[in-house]
């Protein structure tokens, strides 16, 4: 496959970027995405210009660490997946792609594609973990009975990876499926119970002294969460801040 | 409580409180109008009622009139916020793939129902205001007979004023048609997700802007009652 590829370049989060076209040639169909990337660098490389840097790490799907806004869609027009797992199979010869940073006045450019999200790591620390008791007299967590669909319900809300897709898909740059996953998969469970009212209270707290948007519930980022992660989230982290604030 | 209305989620619960509070005022509204299809005595009867009424006028519509505000106001907060919350645009978006153009344009879909609102308001309101509250007459008659059914259908003569609103009904329902369930996410509540909601507003958001659709074509197309 030949390729014409739009992306943008940026030197540092204080410079000015801009959308650079360059061209790829001999994309095999089977290559992932990042692959196609790093072809394109090799090529950069070997012409003495600075390669495009981008965010990526496990190249499995599961790091969160593969940010791109490709042709428009938070890790590309694929469902379910990373940048990573996005294949050149979804694209055909000669075509444009465009490829942009996740953006979101809470996710700044450092370089090129590369976008702090540094901000999600402090909601986090605002509340989204549980205090357990590690001097040895710690109850198995298997003695505790939750219910299955509890269960099910926490796990499928922890499977969010924090890659910020849903930051960069909305166009309010909210960031409530995050935060909603990560106060549902405490809320779910009675291990969160004893800190669930603080928890909502501070992260959502936090979420908002971040910069990140209002929810208006326009589905977008269920939709491109590589995790599948669900709109109920969101639901539920309004109701524990009702909850909470009563 | 005060804490929770200046957060980002409180302040859309807040939202979704006047808009359910605004959906009940359109079905109260559409129950009264619809009457001039078919009788104007009923009509001229509801309409005194609600014009002149102590309750409906200084109870019930201050709170609407609140209402009303709030949503328009909490709304264009909301907006700027979430513009501010964006930063740089992207070259290329393909909102399309995964939201629809209801949920992406409300705020366009209000701007056109603030500006009906407005039309709205000096088409009827505000001479309501002035007849009822400046010149001093609360009966409601003119000529010997009751006056609304009259005004409405003359306010119905022409065509443009018809055009405008039939133009801001469809908005509606698009705003409808994406505001009814939102609310219910927005106060915590799954229901909107699950079909039998997702059927009854897409019922709402069609059936009210059309009922209001067709008094306003109906009574063009029947200048003479």
């Known amino acids: 496959m030949n390729l014409t590829l739009k992306i943008w370049r940026q030197k540092d989060s204080s410079s000015k970027g801009q959308m650079v076209d360059y061209k790829v040639t001999e994309i095999s169909e089977h290559m992932s995405f990042l692959e196609m990337m790093d072809v394109l660098n090799e090529q950069l490389v070997v012409k003495g210009e600075e390669p495009v840097a981008f965010d990526h790490d496990c190249r499995e799907g599961i790091c969160g660490m593969c940010s791109m806004y490709i042709n428009g869609e938070a890790h590309g027009p694929d469902r379910g997946i990373t940048t990573c797992q996005l294949h050149m199979r979804m694209f055909n010869d000669g075509d444009t792609i465009t490829i942009e940073p996740f953006r979101a006045a809470a996710f700044p450019v450092i370089k090129d594609l590369v976008v702090d999200r540094s901000a999600f790591d402090r909601i986090q620390h605002a509340g989204g973990y549980i205090s357990v008791n590690t001097s040895g007299n710690t109850q198995d967590a298997n003695a505790i009975p939750i219910s299955k669909h509890a269960a099910d319900e926490a796990m499928d809300a922890a499977t969010c990876i924090g890659c910020g897709a849903c930051v960069a898909t909305c166009k309010n740059s909210s960031a409530m499926l995050f935060v909603g996953a990560k106060v549902s998969q405490y809320a779910l469970l009675p291990q969160g119970q004893v800190e669930a009212a603080d928890r909502v209270k501070n992260m959502v707290a936090q979420m908002d002294l971040e910069g990140f948007g209002n929810c208006t519930n326009t589905g977008a980022c269920e939709v491109e969460c590589p995790k599948g992660i669900s709109l109920d989230n969101i639901a539920r982290m309004n109701r524990e801040l009702l909850k909470a604030s009563i | ?225």
């Open chain 2, 1 to 225: 409580m005060a804490g929770f209305f200046k957060s980002s989620v409180g302040r859309k619960v807040a939202m979704a409180l006047s808009a359910f509070f605004l959906m009940f005022f359109l079905i109260i509204h559409l129950a009264v109008n619809i009457t001039s299809l078919f009788s104007a005595d009923l009509f001229n009867e509801l309409s005194h009622f609600m014009g002149t009424n102590p309750l409906v006028q200084f109870a019930l519509q201050p709170v609407l009139i609140f209402g009303v505000v709030f949503h328009f106001v909490m709304g264009f907060i909301l907006e700027l916020q979430n513009k501010k919350a964006n930063g740089v645009s992207y070259a290329r978006n393909n909102g399309s793939a995964n939201s629809s153009w209801m949920s992406r344009n409300m705020i366009y879909s209000g701007l056109v129902i603030l500006a009906f609102i407005v039309l709205h308001f000096i088409d009827f309101w505000f001479p309501e205001l002035n007849v009822k509250y400046i010149q001093g007459d609360m009966s409601g008659m003119h000529n010997g007979e009751y006056r609304y059914f009259h005004e409405l259908v003359e306010k119905f003569h022409n065509p443009l004023r018809v055009g405008a609103y039939v133009i801001s009904f469809v908005l509606l329902g698009l705003h409808l048609a994406h505001g009814f369930t939102s609310a219910f996410q927005s106060m915590g509540s799954t229901a909107g997700r699950q079909k039998t909601m997702q059927q009854i507003g897409k019922a709402y958001s069609i059936l009210i802007p059309l009922g209001f659709i067709i008094i306003a074509v109906y009574h063009h197309l029947n200048p003479h009652h």
